[in-house]
């Protein structure tokens, strides 16, 4: 690999392409440790060091960090590695540390999604939401079928909540009210089944 272009960033770093390509970021400090040069020749080897030593490392911290804040998928992890310009190779040996580390998991994300909003929305809106964020169907289906919530419950404490009686209301709160659970991912089988 040739090293054709290091390029200075905003961010104090300095991206170093090889071959015509963005290959990684580096600080100026270790360009300089590395001899790192345009023109150079990047052997495989040194490449190699710079992944394992720095890169890597530098990876597994930017993921401890932002799963210090809060818990993430493994899409959402990878992407804010890709945002931080690491190597693709960099990016799986990352993510497998974290999850060896028991640090990453879609499965207790998916399980602590459905506890703090199963009171709020349907079963079928929490899959939808879940397989947006990067967790796989499978995974997800899996936690919901393990906490499973009733939908005519839920239908009841949301009128509860939002002091909705289907006896007292007129038309336009009652469609109203609909309009918010059809929103909310509920069946209008289930809806109308609670609230008549």
């Known amino acids: 690999m040739i090293l054709t272009k290091i390029e200075k960033t905003r961010s104090g770093k300095v991206r170093i392409w090889l071959n ?18 345009e023109g150079q020749e990047v052997s495989g080897a040194l490449y190699d060091e710079i992944c394992t030593a720095v890169l890597l490392k530098r990876a597994k911290m930017r993921c401890m960090h932002l799963l210090e804040r809060m818990d993430r998928t493994e899409q959402q992890l990878r992407l804010k590695l890709k945002e931080g310009e690491y190597p693709e190779d960099v990016i799986d040996k990352a993510l497998d540390a974290m999850k060896a580390a028991h640090y990453l ?85 289930d809806i109308k089944k609670t609230l008549t």
Request: charged share 40%.
């Open 20 to 37: 015509d390509e963005p290959a990684f970021l580096l600080y100026e400090k270790e360009c300089a440790e590395y001899r790192l040069s």
């Open 105 to 189: 998991d879609d499965l207790r994300y998916s399980e602590n999604y459905i506890l703090a909003n199963r009171d709020k929305k349907s079963a079928r809106l929490l899959l939808m939401e879940l397989e947006q964020k990067g967790v796989e169907r499978q995974t997800a289906q899996q936690a919901l079928e393990e906490d499973p919530a009733d939908p005519c419950e839920v239908i009841r404490r949301l009128a509860e909540k939002k002091k909705f009686c289907p006896e007292t209301a007129d038309e336009k709160e009652t469609q109203r009210f609909y309009q918010f659970l059809l929103r909310k991912g509920f069946s209008f089988s």
